[in-house]
């Protein structure tokens, strides 16, 4: 099994930033994590990608947080990070962790999400 841990959500101010984390684990030692990504959940609307990156590839974003995120991961800690600057009110979501295509000592997982984790975005 491949377990994800979200860490950074809270409430900030317009203009302000949030670091989002993400930890990977497994009942055995990762080999590979193929994409990792984050998406969002606002009230009454469906989940949407945020921004996603693979391995050894380049990061892609929706047009909305261009220029505002910037995505990250840290393949020896099997984590994906989301910093966010300039945030606005648009913003406020669930934020979900997720991975795709696994690849861990005794196992495979093609997809995990994390649980979520609240941002608030309120003067």
């Known amino acids: 099994q491949v377990q994800l841990v979200e860490s950074g959500g809270g409430l900030v101010q317009p203009g302000g930033s949030l670091r989002l984390s993400c930890a990977a684990s497994a009942s055995g030692p990762i080999l590979s994590i193929n994409l990792m990504g984050w998406y969002r959940q606002a009230p009454g609307k469906e989940r949407e990608l945020v921004a996603r990156i693979p391995t050894g590839g380049s990061a892609i974003y929706i047009d909305s947080v261009k220029g505002r995120f910037t995505i990250s991961r840290d393949s020896a800690k099997n984590s994906v990070y989301l910093q966010m600057d300039s945030l606005k009110p648009e913003d406020t979501a669930v934020y979900y962790c997720?991975?795709?295509?696994?690849?861990?000592?005794?196992?495979?997982?093609?997809?995990?999400w994390g649980q979520g984790t609240l941002v608030t975005v309120s003067s």
């Open positions: 997720n991975v795709q295509s696994v690849r861990y000592r005794g196992g495979y997982s093609s997809e995990r």
